[in-house]
């Protein structure tokens, strides 16, 4: 059990009290403590002193440890906000089936009475339990995803109603998970259900369904960026060839120092273009370590750069020059 348990517990009864948190107020306060590990998401909410916090965590987290990491970010709160933390409610959803949540919830009791020397590490440990929970059924009582076109999200609008301006921010976030091609079909299912649930006046089943919703977008928003980076890459790497090719078409080795070898290396150069490798690396090798010397008279350097290029090449090289 971490040693870091006594000192996070014994010190949390007499804080000064602050302002409300934010949600990105709670989020980076958390963050900044290092408490989980840097690739966790955290979603927050925060509702009359009461934070409720979600992420994904692997299964093969133990309970025990979920317990220690829902006692570490109370004190982390009630150090940073004071009396405005009365309890915490931390839901970890599985990250490999997505299927499954593990709940904890620390209240002011459970710290204050460890603190008060009351209770042993052991029995603050045996208060706290880890709840067991399916994810996605959402309170709508269906779970059934909505096949939506990206232009029904993108037109789509709110209910009147119960927390209006949040339900508009979060379909904003679909709307631009939709926008670059992420996987907002089951999101936006949920969000029509929780809209539905606003219709017919049912208010107190809607924070579960939208803590849910929120917590998704976070993990499929992520992953669209990290779509949208690798897409970026992809093209940079296509026009960098289309530029190789642009050179091998324009390009031919220039009289001088080495030019045997050097034409050597340009023909292997072109044999690779034309089994579709991509050979910009060797071009800018070639004008860098060669070229450049070459016009500058420096015979040294470019023996150099051609011993090199014919070393990645697999050429045989040779003693003339």
Same mark, same amino acid.
């Given at each position: 059990?971490? %040693?870091?348990?006594?000192?996070?517990?014994?010190?949390? !009864?007499?804080?000064?009290?602050?302002?409300?948190?934010?949600?990105?107020?709670?989020?980076?306060?958390? %963050?900044?403590?290092?408490?989980?590990?840097?690739?966790?998401?955290?979603?927050?909410?925060?509702?009359?002193? @009461? /934070?409720?916090?979600?992420?994904?965590?692997? #299964?093969?987290?133990?309970?025990?440890?979920?317990?220690?990491?829902?006692?570490?970010?109370?004190? !982390?709160?009630?150090?940073?906000?004071? &009396?405005?933390?009365?309890?915490?409610?931390?839901?970890?959803?599985?990250?490999?089936?997505?299927?499954?949540?593990?709940?904890? !919830?620390?209240?002011?009791?459970?710290?204050?009475?460890?603190?008060?020397?009351?209770?042993?590490?052991?029995?603050?440990?045996?208060?706290?339990?880890?709840? =067991?929970? #399916?994810?996605?059924?959402?309170?709508?009582?269906?779970? #059934? /995803?909505?096949? $939506? &076109?990206?232009?029904?999200?993108?037109?789509?609008?709110?209910?009147?109603?119960? @927390?209006?301006?949040?339900?508009?921010?979060?379909?904003?976030?679909?709307?631009?998970?939709?926008?670059?091609?992420?996987?907002?079909?089951?999101?936006?299912?949920?969000?029509? =259900?929780?809209?539905?649930?606003? $219709?017919?006046?049912?208010?107190?089943?809607?924070?579960?369904?939208?803590?849910?919703?929120?917590?998704?977008?976070?993990? @499929?928003? &992520?992953?669209?960026?990290?779509?949208? *980076?690798?897409?970026?890459?992809?093209?940079?790497?296509?026009? !960098?060839?289309?530029?190789?090719?642009?050179?091998?078409?324009?390009?031919?080795?220039?009289?001088?120092?080495?030019?045997?070898? =050097?034409?050597?290396?340009?023909? $292997?150069?072109?044999?690779?273009? @034309?089994?579709?490798?991509? /050979?910009? &690396?060797?071009?800018?090798?070639?004008?860098? %370590?060669?070229?450049?010397?070459?016009? *500058?008279?420096?015979?040294?350097?470019?023996?150099?750069? /051609?011993?090199?290029?014919?070393?990645?090449?697999?050429?045989?090289?040779?003693?003339?020059?």
């Amino acid at each position: 059990m971490r %040693t870091l348990l006594v000192a996070a517990t014994c010190c949390i !009864t007499s804080l000064p009290a602050w302002a409300a948190p934010t949600p990105t107020q709670i989020t980076e306060a958390i %963050t900044s403590a290092k408490i989980l590990p840097a690739s966790v998401a955290l979603n927050a909410r925060y509702s009359l002193g @009461e /934070v409720s916090l979600y992420m994904y965590r692997s #299964s093969k987290v133990s309970d025990n440890d979920l317990k220690i990491d829902s006692v570490l970010i109370t004190k !982390t709160l009630r150090d940073k906000f004071g &009396s405005d933390i009365k309890a915490v409610q931390l839901n970890f959803y599985d990250k490999e089936s997505k299927a499954q949540i593990r709940q904890c !919830t620390v209240n002011q009791t459970h710290v204050n009475s460890f603190a008060a020397k009351q209770i042993s590490q052991d029995q603050l440990m045996d208060m706290l339990t880890i709840a =067991r929970m #399916s994810a996605g059924g959402g309170a709508g009582g269906g779970s #059934s /995803v909505i096949s $939506a &076109s990206k232009q029904a999200v993108l037109s789509a609008t709110v209910v009147p109603g119960f @927390e209006q301006r949040k339900r508009e921010m979060t379909l904003l976030k679909i709307k631009d998970l939709a926008d670059k091609d992420g996987n907002y079909q089951e999101i936006f299912s949920m969000f029509k =259900r929780m809209e539905a649930l606003v $219709a017919a006046g049912q208010v107190n089943s809607i924070p579960p369904l939208y803590n849910d919703i929120e917590t998704k977008i976070l993990v @499929e928003a &992520s992953k669209a960026d990290e779509r949208g *980076r690798a897409d970026l890459l992809a093209s940079q790497a296509r026009r !960098t060839q289309a530029l190789a090719q642009t050179n091998i078409l324009s390009y031919s080795p220039p009289w001088g120092f080495g030019l045997w070898r =050097r034409t050597a290396i340009w023909n $292997a150069i072109k044999r690779l273009n @034309e089994r579709g490798n991509d /050979v910009s &690396s060797y071009l800018v090798a070639l004008k860098d %370590t060669v070229d450049k010397p070459l016009s *500058r008279g420096d015979n040294e350097a470019v023996k150099a750069g /051609v011993i090199r290029l014919e070393q990645s090449l697999g050429l045989p090289g040779g003693y003339t020059w």
